[in-house]
């Protein structure tokens, strides 16, 4: 079973800020946290990851809460091409892959 | 581009044949991993190979079969072929043997149809 829980869907608004929340309560130590998104009819990409510090790079931020016991996926300005299902996978268990969020931008 | 290959994009084929699927990972990777994506589904980890030795296996069924070659490329072999194995097949690759910090890269995938 995932270690994570992320809800089934999100929708929001073209040029509008994403907020994808995951719970991974289960968390150790050493586990990095991973996200990835699927765009339809291709394979899985890597977006970010990170430990404990907040994280961004030129596709998202990662926002991880104190405890580590949640984590959000942030994207600053969604467009329609970042429609997709988004993973958050904890690095100690990647090879366990739950359903995602299925993100809908709406234009 | 994640610098991933796999062949062939599409395959189509009949019940109770047999096909290999082939990947080849980015420069440098060391571990290669096979998923299976049924329609509208999650990804289900089949087998993981790191420098040519199996490292992990999921639940891949005994007609499936993989390895890992000197170069690094990886085969999936699917055997006995059934109507419910028609799925996409993606197979990624990490620079290690897939530790908390190692990050997959994904292939664009082969879309197998088993008539």
């Known amino acids: 079973d995932a270690k994570t829980t992320q809800p089934n869907s999100m929708e929001s608004n073209e040029e509008e800020p994403v907020h994808l929340p995951c719970n991974h309560s289960?968390?150790?130590?050493?586990?990095?946290i991973h996200w990835y998104r699927q765009l339809p009819s291709q394979g899985p990409e890597y977006v970010i990851h990170?430990?404990?510090?907040?994280v961004n790079n030129r596709m998202a931020s990662l926002a991880i809460a104190e405890d580590r016991k949640s984590s959000t996926l942030i994207l600053h300005r969604a467009t329609l091409r970042d429609a997709a299902v988004y993973y958050c996978?904890?690095?100690?268990?990647?090879?366990?892959w739950g359903a995602g969020t299925k993100l809908i931008i709406k234009p | 581009d994640s610098g991933v290959t796999q062949t062939p994009k599409h395959l189509i084929t009949a019940t109770g044949q047999r096909v290999t699927l082939r990947c080849s990972p980015r420069?440098?990777?060391?571990?290669v991993y096979w998923y299976q994506q049924s329609l509208d589904q999650g990804l289900q980890f089949l087998i993981q190979?790191?420098?040519?030795?199996?490292?992990a296996k999921g639940n891949i069924l005994e007609r499936f079969s993989a390895q890992q070659f000197p170069d690094l490329h990886s085969e999936l072999n699917l055997s006995s072929l059934e109507l419910g194995d028609s799925a996409l097949y993606f197979c990624?690759?990490?620079?290690?043997?897939?530790?908390?910090?190692?990050?997959?890269?994904f292939g664009p995938g082969t879309r197998l149809t088993v008539l």
């Open positions: 990624a690759s990490s620079v290690r043997a897939g530790d908390s910090t190692d990050t997959q890269y």
């Open positions: 420069s440098g990777d060391l571990s």
């Open positions: 190979y790191y420098n040519g030795e199996e490292r």
């Open positions: 289960t968390i150790s130590g050493t586990d990095y």
């Open positions: 990170g430990l404990t510090s907040n």
């Open positions: 996978i904890l690095g100690n268990y990647q090879l366990i």
